[in-house]
């Protein structure tokens, strides 16, 4: 045991008794090169899961399967929303929160989340089948959104361990035969559930002792920590919702009101823009991660600001990219009318850069357990694009949608943009805390570091 004011041997402050010289640690360059490591596996991940999805739906429009990809977009988008309305942050308390709140998770997930994404499944099928979707299409769509969110917690515990390759071989991996199945002719719905089905199981594999179907982890849940899970994410429950309903409000309104066609148009460039935002996230999650790790004495490395420039770098060249070959993209790659898709991709798009800034802040935030501060954030953007939404959709149809997504973006932006200028006032202690005296780009602002296993999350405050 050390004293209070002890170091041990091979600490960077460490020096050798009987006044001899101290030995510098120069470990810096190789934590960096890690975390950039970390980043660009996760970024390519992505991006290469990104390119499958992008090749799966350009198969189905090639075959004209659009009613499929109106189903799969507006039942992922219905479902999702009870998933969230029931377990709220479950998913993001996972990766971030102790391993009695992961517990708490997984009692949570069986005894509650499931049932209830069953029974909204016959809801929302039955909502659904009265506009012209049908129920096989459905209910196969629903489980793949159910073995996504499964997937959510299995890959959670990959990352926390840093097998970014393991991940990435689980998430892309099951992609292939699902292309074989749609260039072969099969329905979309049909090879998305195979590829669900193949992620379940390689996603078991790697994680081993893990395993969520391990005898050891099944006698930990109970109906008791089920419930107590829902004092511990209540705040990233509000974040949770937020998020949601910025990022998917536009799509559920939008599939209220046109017909599965144009929602299947709509939805094939709305996941061209959902898969970039997958690439940059990726990215950014390594910083939280390397945060979680870091406050919970897993590892004290100092991950820097790696992922977020990546992340960064990454929006600004696919925006550029997306402007340049959104013809081609929606008119050869996916076999849409060239004019009004590509108007929709060109304005998601343009919509990346700023929603990567403001998804950086609110994921360090997380990672530094300030719930409060990110809640704040994606309420924001929630709020903004609410009115921007019920404007713009009823009268310009999947392009009001679209606009509503880029001016909410750019908005929420503008405002962290002025709260960081303004770093000693109120509207910047409002959203990041008390000033700390960093004057540090957006990505890397600091929040206070409170352990969160030191009490609850819903006590501390993307």
Same mark, same amino acid.
């Given at each position: 045991?050390t ?7 091979g600490?960077?402050?460490?020096s050798?008794p009987?006044?001899?010289? !101290?030995t510098?640690?120069?470990r ?5 090169r ?5 980043s ?10 990104g ?6 739906? %350009?198969?189905s ?10 189903a799969?977009?507006?039942v992922?988008?219905a ?5 969230i ?7 993001l308390?996972?990766?971030? $929160?102790d391993?009695?709140q992961?517990?708490?998770v997984?009692?949570?997930?069986v ?9 909204g ?6 909502l ?8 096989p ?7 793949? &959104?159910?073995g ?19 991940t ?7 992609k ?5 199945m749609?260039a072969?002719?099969?329905?979309l ?5 195979t590829a669900a ?8 594999a790697?994680?081993?002792r893990?395993?969520w179907?391990?005898p050891r ?7 008791r920590r089920?419930?107590?899970a ?6 990233l429950?509000t974040?949770?919702? %937020? ?7 536009t ?6 009101l ?9 939805g094939?460039?709305?996941s ?8 940059l ?6 910083s939280?991660v390397?945060?979680v790790?870091?406050?919970?004495g897993?590892?004290?490395a ?5 992922g977020?420039l990546?992340?960064i770098?990454?929006a600004v060249?696919?925006?550029?990219v ?11 790659l996916?076999?849409l009318?060239?004019h009004g ?5 060109i304005?998601?798009a343009?919509?990346?850069?700023c ?10 935030q997380?990672?530094d ?8 954030i ?9 009115p ?7 009268l ?7 606009t509503? &997504?880029?001016a909410?973006?750019v ?7 002025l709260?960081?200028?303004?770093r000693?006032?109120?509207l ?7 000033a ?5 780009a957006v !990505?890397?602002v600091?929040? !206070? ?5 030191a009490s609850?999350? $819903?006590?501390?405050?993307r």
């Amino acid at each position: 045991m050390t004293g209070a004011g002890e170091t041990l041997p091979g600490s960077p402050r460490w020096s050798p008794p009987f006044g001899g010289a !101290p030995t510098p640690r120069r470990r810096r360059p190789r934590q960096i090169r890690s975390s950039t490591r970390h980043s660009l596996v996760a970024s390519s991940t992505n991006l290469l899961n990104g390119l499958l999805n992008a090749a799966l739906l %350009a198969l189905s429009a090639r075959h004209g399967q659009t009613d499929e990809i109106g189903a799969y977009v507006a039942v992922t988008a219905a479902l999702s929303l009870v998933s969230i309305v029931v377990a709220g942050g479950s998913p993001l308390l996972y990766i971030s $929160g102790d391993a009695e709140q992961r517990r708490a998770v997984r009692s949570q997930w069986v005894f509650v989340t499931l049932p209830c994404m069953v029974l909204g499944t016959v809801v929302i099928g039955s909502l659904y089948s009265r506009s012209g979707y049908e129920w096989p299409t459905m209910l196969a769509i629903a489980l793949v &959104t159910i073995g996504n969110h499964q997937a959510d917690f299995q890959l959670g515990d990959l990352t926390r361990d840093l097998r970014f390759v393991s991940t990435a071989v689980a998430v892309c991996g099951c992609k292939v035969p699902a292309l074989v199945m749609v260039a072969l002719g099969e329905p979309l719905s049909s090879a998305l559930l195979t590829a669900a089905v193949i992620q379940f199981v390689a996603a078991e594999a790697f994680l081993g002792r893990r395993s969520w179907l391990r005898p050891r982890l099944l006698v930990e849940l109970s109906p008791r920590r089920a419930f107590s899970a829902f004092r511990m994410n209540r705040h990233l429950f509000t974040y949770s919702i %937020a998020e949601y309903w910025g990022g998917r409000m536009t799509t559920v309104l939008l599939s209220l009101l046109v017909t599965p066609s144009v929602m299947g148009a709509f939805g094939a460039v709305f996941s061209v823009y959902q898969a970039q935002t997958s690439v940059l996230t990726a990215a950014l999650r390594v910083s939280l991660v390397g945060r979680v790790r870091r406050r919970q004495g897993i590892d004290n490395a100092n991950s820097g600001r790696q992922g977020e420039l990546v992340a960064i770098a990454g929006a600004v060249t696919m925006t550029v990219v997306s402007v340049v070959a959104a013809p081609w993209i929606v008119g050869d790659l996916l076999r849409l009318p060239a004019h009004g898709p590509a108007v929709w991709l060109i304005l998601l798009a343009v919509a990346l850069p700023c929603m990567t800034i403001v998804r950086a802040v609110t994921l360090n935030q997380i990672g530094d357990a300030s719930y409060r501060q990110a809640t704040r954030i994606m309420v924001l953007n929630a709020v903004l694009i609410t009115p921007l939404a019920l404007a713009a959709v009823p009268l310009a149809g999947p392009t009001g949608a679209a606009t509503a &997504t880029l001016a909410a973006e750019v908005l929420t932006g503008a405002v962290l943009g002025l709260a960081l200028v303004r770093r000693q006032g109120r509207l910047s202690a409002w959203f990041f805390g008390p000033a700390s005296g960093s004057t540090a780009a957006v !990505p890397a602002v600091s929040a !206070p570091q409170q352990m969160i296993s030191a009490s609850p999350p $819903g006590g501390i405050r993307r």
